[in-house]
Nanobody, 126 residues
Framework: QVQLVESGGGAVQAGGSLRLSCAAS????????MGWFRQAPGKEREVVAT???????RYADSVKGRFTISQDNTKNPLYLQMNGLKPEDTAMYYC????????????????????WGQGTQVTVSS
């Protein structure tokens, strides 16, 4: 069983920055994907960024150039550096983890991830 705990959310003005963290209780898979997803009220959960155990990253078009997903070493906390925040970035942000198929990039859809944190709220005011 994997427990994920997010932190670092808060309220900022447009143009500001936040750094989200995700701590995992265990990493049972040697080949894995981790990701950040977000869900705004009345909207579906969507991908923000993913990273695999080799460090390969993928980003949603809406955050490219502004957000950076990172993990210092495999099986260490996951981070999401968010710069240039916009009001449309307001959402609950979730960390996710799952086994990765060798040779395949991390999926960019929520239903391909089996472990989820409780989320951390990010609110960006104009």
């Amino acid at each position: 069983q994997v427990q994920l705990v997010e932190s670092g959310g808060g309220a900022v003005q447009a143009g500001g920055s936040l750094r989200l963290s995700c701590a995992a209780s265990a990493y049972p898979y040697s080949i894995y994907c981790m990701g950040w997803f977000r869900q705004a009220p009345g909207k579906e959960r969507e991908v923000v960024a993913t990273i695999d155990n080799d460090g390969s990253t993928r980003y949603a078009d809406s955050v490219k150039g502004r957000f950076t997903i990172s993990q210092d070493n495999t099986k260490n906390p996951l981070y999401l550096q968010m710069n240039g925040l916009k009001p449309e970035d307001t959402a609950m942000y979730y960390c996710a983890y799952n086994r990765r198929t060798w040779g395949v990039l991390c999926p960019m859809v929520p239903d391909r991830f089996g472990y989820w944190g409780q989320g951390t709220q990010v609110t960006v005011s104009s």
